[in-house]
């Protein structure tokens, strides 16, 4: 085993030993880390992060074996202690935005979770790229934080995908978020196959369809909730089959309970 190995791996077996409840070391800083052309091995963070891709794409990969998407219409919060790798494009351009705030980290989901790239995250990660590139004092890490946190907060729609037959599908599906018409049944409709539908949505928005489905209707649920529908009605109008179910998955991604306001 080289040594780049080695500390690869006692990285993954002392972020294990910290997810319980021990303290994170803190020699694990990113140097320690074996970062490669094509990404880099199991490691965690003792504070939260936010991985933004400018371009390419990057998978990260979990200690369960779960993989999650980064593109640049869609970063991921990463908790603190929370084993990953990550994998990227040869094109790929990342900003791995570090929290060391744990107040911000406690606004955020305990869990990983998708963050839209809205205009006003987006451009905020713009202003820190060029900031770097050309050695810029000024720092825009604070208007990325506060960018995701409304994101997520305010349940955005998650991107859209670029190729035609996927758009038509995803278009529809905003406009009806209760629709139960099956991905194969889409498929017919586009006239492409359910598997090209299926590649498209996981290349392009970053996460499988299933994922894109249950965040629409999540943040179709918001506007709902700000005029005080209840949340059974809510439930129902976005295509969840019951009040609990829609409560779970909702409470999953906001770490909150819906509540009509």
Not at 78 to 104: C, G, K, N, Q, Y
Not at 166 to 195: G, I, K, M, N
Not at 196 to 220: I, K, N, Q, V, Y
């Amino acid at each position: 085993m080289t040594d780049a190995s080695q500390r690869s791996s006692g990285i993954a077996e002392r972020s294990q030993v910290a997810g319980d409840g021990i303290s994170p070391d803190p020699a694990l800083s990113c140097a320690l880390v074996p970062i490669h052309s094509w990404g880099h091995g199991e490691h965690w963070h003792h504070c939260g992060q936010l991985l933004a891709a400018v371009a390419g794409d990057v998978v990260v990969r979990l200690a369960s074996g779960a993989e999650r998407h980064v593109t640049p219409d869609n970063a991921l919060w990463i908790p603190a202690h929370v084993v990953h790798a990550v994998r990227m494009s040869d094109d790929a351009v990342l900003l791995p935005v570090m929290t060391e705030d744990p107040s911000f980290d406690a606004r955020m989901p305990p869990h990983i979770a998708g963050v839209t790239m809205t205009p006003a995250l987006r451009k905020a990660v713009t202003r820190q790229v060029r900031s770097q590139l050309i050695h810029a004092r000024e720092s825009y890490l604070g208007d990325i934080l506060a960018a995701s946190a409304t994101s997520l907060e305010a349940g955005a729609c998650p991107a859209l995908p670029r190729s035609r037959a996927a758009r038509e599908v995803a278009q529809r599906l905003c406009e009806d978020p209760a629709s139960h018409v099956s991905l194969a049944a889409w498929a017919d409709q586009t006239f492409v196959s359910e598997a090209t539908l299926r590649r498209a949505f996981l290349d392009e928005t970053g996460m499988p369809f299933s994922e894109w489905l249950r965040r629409m209707r999540l943040a179709a649920s918001g506007p709902l909730l700000d005029q005080g529908v209840p949340v059974a009605k809510v439930a129902s109008r976005i295509g969840y089959a019951s009040a609990s179910a829609f409560i779970a998955s909702y409470k999953r991604q906001y770490g909150r309970t819906p509540r009509a306001s």
